[in-house]
């Protein structure tokens, strides 16, 4: 099937994109207006993530130049995406030495370089190991490419994007507009299990999902879902199950890692949300977490307009039920530590 046709058939299947943000949904994930006229930079372009979500990048057509970074492989994840016949060309680089060229002129950034979970382990108990990597493809991203938009996914996302702020940040080239850690994971699990548990269409359903992106730092706005009855005891056991939905995913990874395709498929849709707004579409609201003066967190999950310069409006989370509202008050703590521990790190590095 030819790449047009393939964008065709997605957009009969889909509802027709509204200004407003409909939700994360694969059948929407083609539907963008965004024509393919940017660089895109994916660093951890070999790992489980970084192989299908340049696969979905690359099929989105909103990719004008597609290029691929990491330590191992990426000649030969280039040599292979490049043969779909969808738009936009497909360069790999791999090691130190080509990083700048991967990101040189990048519009778009799409960091998902670092290791992930096994069983037993907290997203934290990878900070020992993701921050210098973050830190180090922060260092060269601000000379190589500091305009570009930052879509953090390595963990632990409620650190590594303030140590992302901050090596910017020390290098006079931080815009609090580009840089966004990415939580759509948390939305897609969200509208998932809110579907199932309430028979709703889940292309029809928006969730919001505020907060950070770790156990109860990730907090569902429940009482905010348009047309859905939860009892107390499913209001507790979807939230819990979405706060710990990666845990569920590395449980019956059994060691082999930690959610991929899920998070390709997040991660790919998040960055043509980014793209849309680079380039003009007007409305795009995602949740992602961002710089934020909503609570005492330096930085909050809220849903954002995304515009021609990144994040155009950091939007308020709305009413709270008492539930959510303990939530907030309960987690804030933690995400201020989270984002210290990140900013230590880089002032001691
Ligand atoms: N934000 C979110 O919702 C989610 C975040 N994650 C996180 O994403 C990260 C990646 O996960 P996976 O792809 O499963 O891991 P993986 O181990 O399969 O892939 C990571 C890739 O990063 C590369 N890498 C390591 N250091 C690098 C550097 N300095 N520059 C460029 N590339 C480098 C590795 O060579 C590897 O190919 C983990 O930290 C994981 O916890 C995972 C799922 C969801
Ligand atoms: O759970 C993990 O370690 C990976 C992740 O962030 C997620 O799946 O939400």
Do not use: W
Request: hydrophobic letters at 40%; aromatic letters at 6%.
């Amino acid at each position: 099937m030819s790449a047009v046709a393939r964008i065709q058939l997605a957009s009969k299947v889909a509802a027709p994109m509204a200004s407003k943000a409909l939700g994360v949904s694969s059948s929407r994930f083609f539907t963008g207006t965004a024509r393919a006229q940017n660089k895109v930079t994916v660093v951890g372009a070999a790992g489980g993530i970084g192989q299908p979500m340049s696969l979905l990048l690359k099929l989105s057509g909103k990719v004008e130049h597609l290029s691929l970074f990491d330590i191992v492989n990426t000649p030969g994840v280039a040599a292979d995406i490049s043969h779909c016949n969808s738009k936009g060309k497909v360069t790999g680089h791999k090691g130190a030495e080509e990083m700048a060229t991967a990101l040189d002129g990048a519009d778009v950034v799409v960091i998902p370089a670092g290791v992930p979970r096994k069983p037993g382990m907290t997203r934290d108990d990878l900070f020992n190991t993701n921050a210098s990597i973050v830190k180090g493809i922060a260092e060269q991203c601000s000379k190589s490419c500091p305009k570009a938009c930052f879509l953090i996914i390595s963990n632990p996302v409620n650190s590594t994007v303030p140590i992302f702020a901050d090596v910017l940040k020390a290098n006079g080239v931080y815009n609090p507009q580009k840089l966004m850690g990415v939580t759509t994971l948390d939305v897609c699990r969200a509208q998932t299990f809110i579907a199932e548990n309430q028979g709703m269409d889940v292309d029809k359903l928006d969730v919001t999902v505020i907060g950070g992106h770790a156990g109860t730092t990730i907090m569902p706005l429940l009482s905010q879902v348009e047309g859905a009855k939860f009892s107390d005891e499913d209001i507790k056991a979807l939230t819990h199950r979405i706060q710990f939905g990666g845990d569920e995913v590395v449980q019956a990874k059994d060691g082999a890692g930690s959610a991929t395709l899920s998070m390709a498929h997040a991660g790919a849709y998040f960055a043509g949300k980014v793209l849309d707004g680079l380039n003009g579409v007007e409305g795009v609201t995602e949740c992602a977490f961002v710089e934020s003066d909503l609570t005492e967190a330096p930085f909050f999950a809220s849903p954002c307009t995304l515009g021609k310069d990144g994040v155009s409006k950091v939007h308020g989370f709305g009413n709270l039920s008492s539930f959510e509202q303990a939530l907030v008050d309960d987690n804030v703590p933690a995400l201020v530590k989270m984002a210290q521990k990140g900013s230590d790190f880089v002032k001691n590095n």
